[in-house]
C-alpha cells in the first residue's frame, strides 16, 4: 500500500498558500463591513464568501496540480466543481452565522465548524474527482485531526478578527487572522494526502489513456479564470463600498441633498472659486411646532417638501445643502442684489402652504446672508457671518432676511458674552433683588412691593432686565433665577417682619418657562416652607401671554396655587392678546394696568381705556394697581376713576433690600 505524497515544488506550495492567504484577507475585509449594519448584507455575504471559497479551492487544485506523483492522474470536472460549491457554500453558511448578531461562543464555535467541515468535505470531494489505477484508502484517524487542528485555527483567526477588526491597527490583525487562515486550508491539504494510501486495483496496472493532459489543463484554467474572479469580485465590492459609503457621508440622507461633510470636502477657499459668491443660510420658523405636534415622521416629509421646494427656486449656478434639521444652506456666485433677489423670491415662495396629512401648513423662514469677499473668503468665516446674520433675521421678527454687518455681529457676541455670564452669575452671587413700593393713595401708606431682578456682570457691570432677561428665558435659565428670587424674595420678606416692619405682600413675576416646567406649585412650596412666610404675603405676577399660552394648563397651575393661599396678578394689562371672554376664567385677584396707557393717560382715548379697565376690575371683583405713576395729574385722574393702589417713581423707585428698608423705616418714623 503507498500513501499519495509524491513530490511538492516548495514554490508552488507557497503559491497555494499564497492564494489562500489573500483570498481570506479580501474576505474578511468584506465581512468586516457587515458588522456596521444590515445594508446589502446579502450581496456583501456572497461577495465574501465567492471570494474566500475561490481562493480556498485554488489552492486545493494547484496543490494537486503540482504534485509530483509516480503516476498519471485524470479529473473529473463534475465533482472538481462540486468541491467548489461545497467550500462556497460553507464559507457563506459560517459568515452568516458568524456576523449574523451579537457575538458569542456559540456562534463562533459554529461558524468555525462549518467552514471546517466544509474544508474537509471539498478535499474529499477533490480526492473523489482524482482518477487513479489505484484503490484509494483514508486513515480517518488522521483526517479528524487535521480537521480538528482546522477548526482551532479558524476559531482563533475568527476570534482575533472580532475582537480587533475596529481596532487602530486592524489591518495588521487583519493579515495575522488570514495567515491563520491559509496555513489551516493549506496545512489541510497537504496532511490530508498523507492520510490517503493507494494500491493497485488486482495485479493489473491499468493506464490512464491520453486525457489527463487535457483535463488537467482545462482545470488550471479554471483556476486561473477563478483568481481573475476573486480579485474581480473583491475589488467591484469594495470600490462599490467605498462609493456607497462615500455618499453616506457626504449626503443627506433624508433629502438627498449635500451635507455638512460635502461642504467642507468641496467649499474651502471662496476666492479660488468665485470673484463674488454669496451663502444663504435658511432656519424655518416654528418648524418644531410641527415635530411636537405631528410628529417627527411628518416633520420628515415637512423636510422634504421643503427641500424640493427651495430647489424649485434655484437655478444651475446655486447649490442647496443640508445642515440637520429645519437648516439649510445655500452657496453661489453673485453680487449683493443677486444675494437680495434670491432671498425675496424664497421668501415669498415658501409663503405658499404645504399639505401634510390632508392638512394645509404655513411656514416661513428667517434667511442670513453672507458676501464673499466683503465678509471673508473661507468657507468658516462665511458660515459664522450668515449663522450671525439669520439669528438677527429671526430676533428682529422672523420671516426675514438680514445681511451680515459688523453691528450685527457685535450684537451677536454682546449676546454670547452675557449668555456666558448669566450661567455663572448665580454662583458668582451677582444677582440683586430690588423692590419698588405698592402705595394706596387713600390710605397713605405702602401696601406691598415688586421684586425686580438685577445683574452686575464682572466686567460689564449693570445689565439691563430689558436684555438679560430674554436670554434667560431662550435657553430656561429662568426656571432655576425663579426659584432662587421666590425663596430670596421670602426670606427677605420674612425677615423684614421679624425685624419689626408691618406685613407686606410682595410680588413676584414669572416667566412662561417656569409654567412649562411644571414646577411653579413645588418652587411655591419649596420658597414659603424654607422662609416660614405666610402665603398670602407672597405674589405672582403673570402677563396676558403666559395665561393664553396653554389656558387650560395654566389655570390648573394657578389654581393649585391659589389653593396654598398665594395671590395672583396679571401684570401690564391690555397691552396683550387675552380675550374678555377668558378672563374671567383666569384664577387672579389684581390687574394691573400697563404704564403705558398711564403714561399717556393725559389723551382721552387713554383715559377710556382706564375707566374701562378700572370698571371691569370692580365687576369682576379684582383689586387693581396702575404701573408708572409718575406725576399728580395721574394720581388725581386714577382717583377720581376709582384706583387708589399706584406703583411708579412718584412714590419711590426700585430700591436694594437695605435701602428699602432704611426708607421705610424713615416713613414710620415720620407716620
Known sequence: MNHTHGFYDPLTVFIAFAAATAASYFALTLAGRLFLGTTLRRPRLLAASLVMGTGIWAMHVIGMLTTWLDERIDFTPGLAGLSFVATAAACFGAFMIYTGGKQSFIRLCGSSVLLSFGITAMHFTGSAAMKSPREVHYNFTLLGLFTFIVFIAICS?????????????????????????????????????????????????????????????????????????????????????????????????????????????????????????????????????????????????????????????????????????????????????????????LILHLKQPFLLLDTEFYMTASIGISLTPQHGTNRLSLLRAADIAMYHAKTAGKNRYCIYDEETNLHTLRKLELEKGLRKALQMQEFDIHYQPKWDADAGKVIGLEALLRWRHDMLGPVSPAEFIPITEETGMIVGITRWVLRKVCEQNRSWQMSGLPRLRISVNMS??????????????????????????????????????????????????????????????????????????????????????????????????????????????????AEGVETEEQIRFLQSRGCSVMQGYYYGKPMPADEFYAWMKQLLRDG
Not at 542 to 562: C, H, P
Not at 594 to 607: H, N, W
Open 157 to 345: 483567526a475568527l476570534l482575533l478578527f472580532h475582537r480587533f477588526h475596529a481596532h487602530r491597527a486592524h489591518r495588521s490583525w487583519k493579515l495575522l487572522c488570514a495567515v491563520l487562515i491559509g496555513l489551516a486550508t493549506s496545512g489541510m491539504h497537504y496532511a490530508s494526502m498523507a492520510a490517503v494510501s493507494r494500491e493497485p486495483f488486482g495485479s493489473a496496472h491499468a493506464a490512464l489513456t491520453g486525457t489527463g493532459e487535457h483535463s488537467s489543463i482545462l482545470l488550471l484554467a479554471v483556476v486561473i479564470g477563478g483568481a481573475f474572479l476573486l480579485i474581480g469580485i473583491s475589488w467591484t465590492s469594495l470600490l462599490y463600498d467605498k462609493k456607497v459609503l462615500e455618499k453616506m457621508a457626504y449626503s443627506d440622507a433624508l433629502t438627498g441633498l449635500p451635507n455638512r461633510h460635502k461642504l467642507s470636502q468641496q467649499y474651502n477657499d471662496f476666492s479660488m472659486i468665485y470673484e463674488e459668491g454669496f451663502m444663504l443660510y435658511i432656519d424655518f420658523d416654528r418648524f418644531k411646532m410641527i415635530n411636537d405636534t405631528m410628529g417627527h415622521d411628518t416633520g420628515d416629509r415637512f423636510i422634504q417638501q421643503m427641500a424640493g421646494r427651495l430647489q424649485e427656486v434655484l437655478d444651475k449656478r446655486q447649490t442647496l445643502f443640508r445642515f440637520g434639521g429645519d437648516e439649510f444652506l445655500i452657496i453661489s456666485s453673485g453680487a449683493r442684489r443677486d444675494a437680495e433677489h434670491l432671498a425675496d423670491r
Open 512 to 625: 412662561i418657562r417656569v409654567f412649562e416646567s411644571g414646577k411653579l406649585e413645588e418652587m411655591v412650596r419649596e420658597a414659603l416652607q424654607s422662609s416660614g412666610l405666610n402665603p398670602d404675603d407672597l405674589e405672582l405676577e403673570i402677563t396676558e401671554s403666559i395665561a393664553m399660552q396653554d389656558i387650560e394648563e395654566t389655570i390648573n397651575q394657578l389654581n393649585a396655587v391659589r389653593a396654598i393661599g398665594v395671590k395672583i396678578s396679571m401684570d401690564d394689562f391690555g397691552t396683550g392678546y387675552s380675550s374678555l371672554g377668558t378672563i374671567d376664567r383666569i384664577p387672579i385677584d389684581t390687574l394691573k394696568i400697563d404704564q403705558a396707557f398711564i403714561r399717556q393717560s393725559a389723551l382721552p382715548a387713554k383715559q377710556a381705556i382706564i375707566s374701562t379697565i378700572i370698571a371691569m376690575a370692580g365687576h369682576l371683583q379684582l383689586d387693581v394697581v
